[in-house]
């Protein structure tokens, strides 16, 4: 670990913090042409019954997906939240890892307010996450080892880089909801830095069979927090038809443009340890749809 680096970027977080309450304009309500998801992040567009949908309907598809996304990163940092905890009561209280994580914290915890008060001025409502996502989630925060839950973490931090470098380049989003990504990304991107700077120390000492372990842990982190955006009952709310169909369709189809436009980051992070092997490069293409 890259100590002078780690103490320069608790430097930063605390002489230059990012306040949601001040950065973030909420008083702004969307104006009429405003959107909230770009189009090429929806599970709908591409295919061809998005030409057949209205613009409010369209509109309404991409509000519903964004408050599906935002609190799934929310829901995905409360439990990493929760490991950094535990994991700071095994640390030397004057080491420089135990200093950065407690700068984490207090961030990630204020992005826990931004994400619910960005939730509410969308007038949205969440879907719950799957028995099966509680049971995965709550599992791996309680058994996995320090170095594995660090590797999950940056996976599902460079998937919401990606979401908010889309959102801060379209011209048409809501202003709060661009401001909102563009703190997230800010702070996000210092705590990237730190995680693969600690797991560049985990990797460089991971033979054959931890990699894989590695690589394994991200694919399903990576899969954990996709299969939580696309969900049968948004299509309800916008009135589709068929909504059972409709589901199946933009299932395959978000998996195909997930694997185009979010994993790049992923898999080149992946490549630096060389994660990619004869028992893992099946599976990321095979669940992913990964091109590795």
Request: charged fraction near 25%; include cysteine.
């Amino acid at each position: 670990m890259n100590v002078k680096e780690i103490e320069r970027l608790i430097k930063i977080s605390r002489e230059r913090p990012l306040m949601p309450e001040t950065y973030i304009p909420w008083q702004l309500e969307p104006e009429a042409d405003d959107i909230f998801l770009p189009e090429t992040l929806t599970s709908l567009q591409g295919l061809d019954i998005y030409e057949t949908l209205t613009p409010t309907q369209k509109t309404e598809l991409g509000r519903h997906e964004l408050v599906q996304v935002i609190a799934s990163y929310g829901w995905g940092e409360l439990l990493f939240c929760l490991f950094m905890t535990r994991h700071m009561l095994t640390l030397p209280p004057d080491g420089v890892e135990h200093q950065f994580l407690i700068r984490e914290m207090i961030e990630e915890l204020r992005h826990q307010e931004m994400f619910a008060q960005a939730i509410a001025k969308l007038g949205g409502k969440p879907l719950p996450q799957s028995r099966m996502h509680k049971f995965f989630g709550h599992f791996s925060n309680k058994y996995l080892p320090a170095d594995y839950l660090f590797m999950g973490s940056v996976s599902v931090e460079l998937v919401t880089d990606v979401y908010g470098n889309y959102a801060r380049r379209s011209p048409d989003i809501y202003p709060v909801i661009k401001k909102m990504f563009d703190l997230h990304n800010i702070e996000e991107g210092r705590h990237i830095l730190f995680t693969k700077s600690l797991l560049n120390d985990y990797a460089a000492k991971a033979g054959y069979i931890k990699r894989t372990l590695y690589s394994y842990v991200i694919l399903f982190n990576i899969l954990f927090v996709r299969t939580m955006y696309v969900k049968r009952e948004i299509y309800e709310r916008i009135s589709v038809a068929n909504p059972d169909e409709v589901y199946r369709m933009a299932r395959k189809n978000f998996k195909q443009k997930f694997a185009e436009k979010c994993l790049d980051d992923i898999i080149d992070f992946v490549k630096e340890w060389r994660g990619f092997n004869r028992l893992t490069r099946f599976a990321w293409r095979w669940v992913l749809g990964a091109k590795v």
